[in-house]
């Protein structure tokens, strides 16, 4: 399949095209930068490959939950490709691809990811390594504050990963003896979005572009 990957939902501005067996990523850390990035990224890689937007199967979006302003970003530009080269669209969580590059680098098979929400919360969803070594979701994802976490059960088989544990200390002070480990994966990839955009496909989850509904997950929004 040939598949772009859009992911600008964190501080991360991230693209990724897989093409023939590979796969071809642009990704940089640059807060507030996105705008200006994301689409000179997509010209990279499909250069790279030589290929063009209607040569795409379909575009996989990193569909949140993160900044308003972020998921914006992304979705505005993978709907854009999508209407002007006739794709459909494959949305993906955005805290999924977190986990997935945790099971694609680290042999652990339960992940907790958090990223930050602001107003003092964090977005807050669990995953567990499926027969694909892809994530599976126990549950939705939800708004937590940073304080311990009751959901988190059977703690010897759980690692935090997602910039939210560092960007609220009382969040991994409260359950940091509940955890097996702490792990260095932070922001979202285009790269891990495109096994899990995959998967969606074959599952037939892809979508028209104009039925698509940002994963905000609380209703007050904030950049």
């Not at 009751?150 to 609220?168: C, F, I, N, P």
């Amino acid at each position: 399949m040939k598949l772009l990957a859009l992911e600008t939902s964190s501080l991360a501005c991230s693209v990724a095209l897989e093409h023939d067996g590979g796969i071809v990523e642009r990704h940089a850390l640059a807060e507030r930068q996105h705008t200006r990035l994301v689409v000179p990224m997509i010209g990279e890689v499909l250069d790279a490959a030589g290929l063009a937007p209607a040569d795409l199967d379909a575009v996989v979006l990193g569909n949140g939950p993160g900044s308003f302003i972020g998921l914006r970003i992304a979705a505005s530009v993978a709907q854009g490709l999508c209407y002007g080269a006739g794709l459909p669209l494959v949305p993906v969580s955005s805290l999924a691809a977190v986990a997935a590059e945790v099971f694609r680098t680290r042999p652990v098979e339960r992940v907790l990811v958090a990223q930050d929400a602001h107003m003092e919360e964090v977005y807050l969803a669990a995953f567990r390594r499926g027969a694909d070594d892809l994530p599976v979701a126990e549950g939705e994802a939800v708004l937590h504050p940073p304080g311990r976490i009751a959901r988190l059960q059977d703690a010897e088989s759980w690692h935090a990963a997602g910039a939210g544990w560092q960007r609220y200390p009382a969040l991994l002070a409260a359950n940091e003896a509940r955890l097996a480990g702490v792990l260095d994966v932070a922001w979202p990839r285009a790269r891990d979005l495109l096994a899990l955009g995959r998967r969606a496909w074959q599952a037939g989850e892809a979508i028209d572009p104009q039925a698509l509904v940002p994963a905000y997950v609380r209703d007050r929004v904030t950049a």
